[in-house]
Every structure is written in C-alpha cells, then in structure tokens.
C-alpha cells in the first residue's frame, strides 16, 4: 500500500511546476505518541517511498516540524481546537477539516531537505 500510495502522490506532485513535497518529521514520534496505532503502521517506509519516488522525478521533498501542525490555525496562526476531525479557531472562529487545517500549515512551514 505504501508503494501505491506514494507513486500516486508523486505522479499528482508532478502536474505542478516546481513541485516540493513536505512530510512531517515523525522521526521521533513514535517515542512520544500516546496512540499505541502508531506503532503498526509504517510511516516512516511511506515517507522514505516518498523521497525516494519523489527525487528519482527530481522533486524536492522536505521534513518540517510537527510541533501543533494540527493545533495551529491555518489563517491566524492562534492555537486552536482539534475534535477528532474538526478543527475549529476560538480567536478568529475559523473552522475547517482538522487534516486540511494541518496540511496548509505544513505547507507553509520551512523545512530541510530529505534524502531517500
């Protein structure tokens, strides 16, 4: 599944001129995840598919931090609330897919280069 998955993002990140991919730097999270899920499933291959997939294509691909990514509030930057799948902004009342809210803030966040 990880083959797949990261073939098909790869093929959809090079629709886009000068495609970059940012992941989060889950290297340590297993560590301090209280979600025992974690532990099964293989993300740290999915993203190393990824970077391999992704330079081969000569896309960049970069780690960011994953401090509050899915806290944060995409457009006021405030913490916020996440319940479940909902995120919601007490500060600016912007409320969103708590996965969407989090991946715009991946996207804008700076990030070091990955190697496969």
Same mark, same amino acid.
């Given at each position: 599944m990880n083959h797949t998955l990261s073939t098909q993002l790869v093929e959809y990140a090079s629709q886009f001129s000068n495609p970059v991919i940012k992941l989060?730097?889950?290297?340590? !999270?297993?560590?301090?995840?209280?979600?025992?899920?974690?532990? !099964?499933?293989?993300? !740290?291959?999915?993203?190393?598919?990824?970077?391999?997939?992704?330079?081969?294509?000569?896309?960049r691909v970069e780690k960011v931090a994953p401090e509050n990514t899915s806290q944060e509030c995409s457009q006021c930057t405030e913490l916020g609330g996440r319940d479940g799948s909902k995120f919601k902004c007490p500060h600016c009342g912007y409320i969103r897919h708590a996965d969407l809210n989090a991946a715009e803030n991946i996207s804008h966040r700076g990030g070091d280069p990955c190697t496969a």
């Open positions: 989060e730097d889950l290297e340590n !999270s297993r560590d301090s995840s209280g979600w025992t899920g974690v532990h !099964s499933w293989p993300f !740290s291959e999915l993203q190393q598919f990824i970077t391999y997939n992704a330079e081969k294509e000569g896309i």
